[in-house]
T-cell receptor
């Protein structure tokens, strides 16, 4: 079974600091896709970053970057220079070649002024 | 604004009833996905349609069904509703059906409350 685990239900960070959200997954697939989605209080799901498993280079999008460790099945999200607008639920998600997307339980991130 | 629209925004109904949720994908997107977000189950993938045909199936109950029409809009039908069906239902769309280009754009969701 393909599962996604986010072990940190809640985290907080001071504005302008850096925070890392953890995600591990389990799969027997050799190729797949990983995502981080952000869900602010508006409940809109917003794609933050994506990583294709066959690419060794870690994805980066402005202040957001990932640490993808394929052998360890780990996919953490680093947010640099945290801003108040980063306050949201963050979901790690995994998609197989069959388009079956699995989400983790989420990490609630609060950025404090 | 992702370009994906969902109607209605809110729906309140009673147990045993049947409802239809509607989704219009972004212009040009051929794939539509349905997800259920509930407090106890988290975000769950229900079903995917690509250009009118079912492409992938997740944890969708037999009481639920979906379809995608020739104009590419999709409807999710929920019948014999139970209290546990209360959730936020998301629709997402992507340009293609295969993982080579699979960024999904989510709609604002329909909040269903079953009383």
């Amino acid at each position: 079974a393909q599962t996604v685990t986010q072990s940190q239900p809640e985290m907080s960070v001071q504005e302008a600091e850096t925070v890392t959200l953890s995600c591990t997954y389990d799969t027997s697939e050799s190729n797949y896709y990983l995502f981080w989605y952000k869900q602010p209080p508006s409940r809109q799901m917003i794609l933050v970053i994506r990583q294709e498993a066959y690419k060794q280079q870690n994805a980066t999008e402005n202040r957001f970057s990932v640490n993808f460790q394929k052998a360890a099945k780990s996919f953490s999200l680093k947010i640099s220079d945290s801003q108040l607008g980063d306050t949201a639920m963050y979901f790690c998600a995994f998609m197989t070649r069959f388009n079956d997307m699995r989400f983790g339980a989420g990490t609630r991130l609060t950025v404090k002024p | 604004d992702s370009g994906v629209t969902q109607t209605p925004k809110h729906l309140i109904t009673a147990t045993g009833q049947r409802v239809t949720l509607r989704c219009s994908p972004r212009s040009g997107d051929l794939s539509v996905y349905w997800y259920q977000q509930s407090l106890d189950q988290g975000l769950q993938f229900l079903i995917q349609y690509y250009n009118g045909e079912e492409r992938a199936k997740g944890n969708i109950l037999e009481r639920f069904s979906a379809q995608q029409f020739p104009d590419l809009h999709s409807e999710l039908n929920l019948s014999s509703l139970e209290l546990g069906d209360s959730a936020l239902y998301f629709c997402a769309s992507s340009p293609r059906g295969d993982p080579t280009y699979n960024e999904q754009f989510f709609g604002p969701g329909t909040r269903l409350t079953v009383l």
